[in-house]
């Protein structure tokens, strides 16, 4: 009586192993009789590595996985945060009309005398204040001024309306702003219209 639990120890072990390998000889569909214990081992080898194989590709397949939702993320926070930047360029281009508008008035009126513009000294500093102030505005939203004068024509950001003849400029540079152009950060809303110089013509 006493040996009887003796007897049936490691009896589960070898039973669970003896299933395992069932099921892999008759996933194979190999008969386990029909194998000498060599070709047994050989063939859960072979189970072994096609199965380590098989593990290496789902973790490929994981990390690549991993690496598409990352890439993702970073796609949807560049897009989120480019939106954000130019949420409000609708409203700015159609604020830049009103400001060159009030910078040519103020222009106009400084190039005239009190009497002939009708325009009290203290009502045009008020006009300047107010510029000032929208120019601020402005600027704390991104908006900067596209250079024009002393440089090479750009058609990214420069709209010629015209050429002139020139021999202080070479051909091909800017000769005058004829509307100031405007970007916001680095996109262009708002086109620069200048003249560019061309060589003199030979009489």
């Not at 047994?40 to 397949?61: G, I, P």
């Not at 970073?74 to 604020?95: G, Q, W």
């Not at 939203?141 to 070479?170: D, K, R, W, Y």
Request: with cysteine; glycine share 6%; hydrophobic share 35%.
């Amino acid at each position: 009586m006493a040996t009887g639990p003796q007897e049936n120890s490691g009896q589960p072990e070898e039973s669970g192993l003896e299933q395992e390998l069932d099921a892999i000889l008759a996933q194979a569909e190999v008969d386990l009789d029909t194998l000498t214990i060599e070709d047994q081992v050989r063939l859960l080898k072979a189970r072994l590595e096609q199965a380590q194989k098989e593990t290496a590709e789902n973790l490929d397949t994981a990390q690549r996985a991993q690496a598409e939702m990352a890439n993702f993320r970073r796609r949807t926070d560049e897009d989120r945060i480019a939106n954000s930047k130019y949420a409000n360029s609708r409203l700015i281009a159609k604020v830049l009309p009103v400001l060159e508008e009030l910078e040519l008035a103020i222009g106009h009126s400084e190039n005239q005398t009190e009497g002939q513009t009708g325009i009290s000294e203290s009502l045009l500093e008020g006009f300047k204040l107010i510029q000032r102030k929208l120019t601020g505005v402005l600027e704390s939203e991104g908006v900067s001024a596209i250079q024009c004068i002393g440089l090479m024509f750009n058609p990214l950001e420069h709209e010629a309306l015209g050429t002139e003849e020139s021999t202080e400029v070479e051909p091909g540079y800017i000769t005058k702003i004829l509307r100031p152009g405007f970007r916001l950060h680095d996109r262009v809303i708002s086109p620069a219209q200048v003249m560019v110089a061309r060589a003199p013509q030979n009489s």
